[in-house]
Nanobody
Framework: QVQLVESGGGLVQAGGSLRLSCAASGRTFSNFAMGWFRQAPGKEREFVATISWSGGSTYYADSVKGRFTISRTNAKNTVYLQMNSLKPEDTAVYYC?????????????????????WGQGTQVTVSS
């Protein structure tokens, strides 16, 4: 089992920045690929970014590319999502997720079903 706890959400004006953190416990964090997803009211959960176990490979949704950066510090069992130039349409509950070891980064890592463990989410609200 892996337990994930997100933090860092809040209210920010358009154009501002936030950094989300996701602290993991349980099994060996460095074995897991990690992802960030988000879900706005009335919408399906959607992919935001993913990072390989080593941090050497990352992939982003087109909607956040160039504005968001995913990173991880395995020594601290933590994955981050730096969000810059925030827009009102970024408003959502943000979830981190862990994907069981194995494989290399590919398009399947953008799918909710590819992740085995989920945090409880943190709210991000961007005002216009």
């Amino acid at each position: 089992q892996v337990q994930l706890v997100e933090s860092g959400g809040g209210l920010v004006q358009a154009g501002g920045s936030l950094r989300l953190s996701c602290a993991a416990s349980g099994r060996t964090f460095s074995n897991f690929a990690m992802g960030w997803f988000r879900q706005a009211p009335g919408k399906e959960r959607e992919f935001v970014a993913t990072i390989s176990w080593s941090g050497g490979s990352t992939y982003y949704a087109d909607s956040v590319k160039g504005r968001f950066t995913i990173s991880r510090t395995n020594a601290k069992n933590t994955v981050y999502l730096q969000m810059n130039s925030l827009k009102p349409e970024d408003t959502a509950v943000y979830y981190c997720a862990a994907r069981s070891p194995g494989g290399v980064l590919n398009s399947s890592w953008t799918k909710v079903r590819s992740y085995d463990y989920w945090g409880q989410g943190t709210q991000v609200t961007v005002s216009s």
